[in-house]
């Protein structure tokens, strides 16, 4: 796979990094490979954020998640969470929705609480998770037409800690049904090179993905400066 094609997959992926059992010194390794892979991101949990930003120093944004993994904590709780997340150094969240609203066909309801963190997110980026795997065609195809009219700024499918992640048919799905100013991260499952460079030309603009900077490695790529 050349070079360019590899530099391009490293810029879109959010270097991550949420198992409960996380020390410190796994999110200072992941901060350094993001660092020296020029990854989008590195998106970790809220409890690490003050000291990766600072330890970053700007050298990489940080993303954290909110509501997660399971969306169901009340729109209040998220907006305090993400003003929290913002204050201590966050540049981007990713935040769950209520799949009860979903699948209660509360739809109103979910769209107020994107606005809500949107609102509390001002110009810094908001990934809206709508856990797929749990979701029917239906029930998808209607996520897509909130996200879209929330403000939000991306469509994500996964959180990672469900029964499933990305497809390449869900990316397939969202591309066909979001506004033209959504963009998509795919997430979860993306374990080789090919999916993600399925994955980008179906149309996702960012990776969740604890395994690509890990298999460049194994490739011995190294270095995006070379």
Not at 70 to 75: D, E, L, S
Request: hydrophobic share 40%.
């Amino acid at each position: 796979m050349e070079k360019e094609f590899i530099r391009e997959i490293l810029s879109k992926v959010d270097h991550t990094l949420l198992s409960p059992c996380t020390v410190w010194e796994e999110i200072r390794a992941l901060c350094d490979d993001g660092i020296k892979f020029r990854t989008a991101s590195v998106c970790i949990p809220p409890s690490f954020v003050r000291r990766a930003a600072e330890y970053l120093n700007g050298r990489l944004p940080v993303c954290t998640v909110i509501g997660f993994p399971n969306g169901y904590a009340t729109k209040e709780v998220k907006c305090f969470e993400t003003e929290d997340a913002l204050s201590r150094g966050a540049a981007e969240i990713d935040m769950v929705i209520n799949l009860g609203m979903m699948k209660d066909k509360k739809y109103e309801m979910i769209l107020d609480e994107i606005k809500s963190v949107k609102r509390v997110c001002g110009e810094k980026i908001l990934k809206v998770i709508v856990e797929t795997c749990l979701l029917t065609q239906e029930e998808k195809i209607t996520a897509c037409h909130i996200v879209s009219e929330s403000g939000a700024d991306f469509i994500k499918t996964s959180t990672g800690f469900s029964t499933g992640g990305a497809t390449r048919e869900d990316i397939k799905l969202f591309s066909e049904n979001i506004s033209s100013d959504i963009k998509i991260k795919a997430a979860g499952g993306i374990s080789s090179l090919d999916d993600a460079r399925d994955f980008i030309e179906l149309g996702a603009s960012r990776l969740g993905t604890s395994r690509i900077v890990k298999i460049i490695k194994e490739m011995g790529y190294g270095y995006t400066e070379n």
